[in-house]
């Protein structure tokens, strides 16, 4: 089996209302996310896939959080912005895509809200 990962952020506003602390306020990160898919077989090009079209799907993911307030997201309606759902929304919306349900499936989701924190979801771990 063949893991790749790459790597790309994002900026954004969020706030977690009943959070007991500071975090309860309106603030921004630069998110890190990283994402790693796996495959067993390799194209004629001896890649699971390429990693332009790999960055090129988690992009279009990525700009739908991209400057915005997340709270305000249909993704963030009933659940707080916090890595853990962000990480499970980027999770989510990557395996529902036709190019990662064939042959190449998303491994994890790793989101660093700070270069000392963050959340790896991996729902078939
Ligand atoms: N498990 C989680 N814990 C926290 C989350 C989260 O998403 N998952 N989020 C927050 C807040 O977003 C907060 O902005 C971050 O808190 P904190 O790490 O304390 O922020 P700092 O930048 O001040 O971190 P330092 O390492 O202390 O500088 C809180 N918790
Ligand atoms: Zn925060």
């Given at each position: ?92 919306t990557l395996a ?10 998303i ?19």
């Open positions: 089996m063949y893991e790749l990962t790459i790597i790309t952020e994002f900026e954004a506003a969020h706030q977690l209302p009943d959070y007991p602390g500071k975090c309860s306020r309106l603030h921004g990160h630069n998110w890190k996310v990283e994402v790693t898919v796996c495959g067993q077989e390799l194209n004629h090009l001896g890649m699971v896939m390429d990693f332009k079209d790999l960055k090129a799907e988690v992009g279009k993911v990525v700009d739908t959080l991209d400057h915005y307030y997340l709270n305000d997201l249909p993704a963030f309606k009933s659940t707080n912005p916090t890595a853990e759902y962000i990480a499970k929304y980027i999770y989510d529902n895509n036709s190019v990662f349900q064939q042959g190449i499936s491994r994890c989701v790793q989101v660093w809200e700070s270069p000392r924190s963050a959340v790896k979801y991996c729902p078939q771990e």
